[in-house]
């Protein structure tokens, strides 16, 4: 078994992933551990594994995170070949709906609260849209709506539970202190989040 060691400490989102996923895809390599120095790194790099069909075997050791990754079978070698992202449990349900990239917790300009406001008119219209989208990615402050606190929440959990994949910046949530804080959906990365960009999906800015 042919293995290969990844060394990220020192990376930001998303080099961890991109860098896992080279090595995975290299000629004859079954095993690579990836080292990073972070939560949301490991927390990426796990999510982007098992989706991929990959085993993970998590160590702590000195302080970082050694993330074993193992093929299993030929079906995880044909999942890795033909798809170039991994997919969230969501995206793997055939949808039609477009996906929202939403930079921000309040909708407009102006008054702060009147964005709260509408930004939770805006969700409760998304709740009753035939199909549902097929995606929210939150950025910046946008993965406060995420978060406990939201105005959104039961709006949110509705979208999640008819399909829609609910995606929040692991990098956004670390840098505002909240990511123990996040109440549903997946810490994501800016790899996972360009893909779905790059989806045949009709893509929707909120910003």
Known sequence: MNHKLVDCRGLACPHPVINTKKALEEA??????TIVDNDVARQNVVLFAKNAG?????????GFYHL????????????????????TPAAVTPTVGPVYFITTNALGQGSPDLGQVLMKSLFTTLVAMDPPPAALLFLNT??????????????????HTHGTAVLSC????????????LLLGDISNMFEINNWLNKPHKAITIA
């Open 28 to 33: 004859g390599v079954d095993t690579v551990t």
């Open 170 to 181: 692991g990098t956004c949530l670390e840098y505002y202190g909240i990511k123990e804080k």
């Open 68 to 87: 074993t990754i193992t093929r299993i079978g030929a079906q995880a070698t044909a999942n890795q070949t033909n798809e170039s992202a991994a997919p």
């Open 142 to 159: 946008g993965v406060f709506l995420t978060c406990a606190g939201t105005p959104v929440q039961e709006q949110l959990e509705k979208l």
């Open 54 to 62: 990959y085993q993970v075997n998590e160590q702590p050791k000195e």
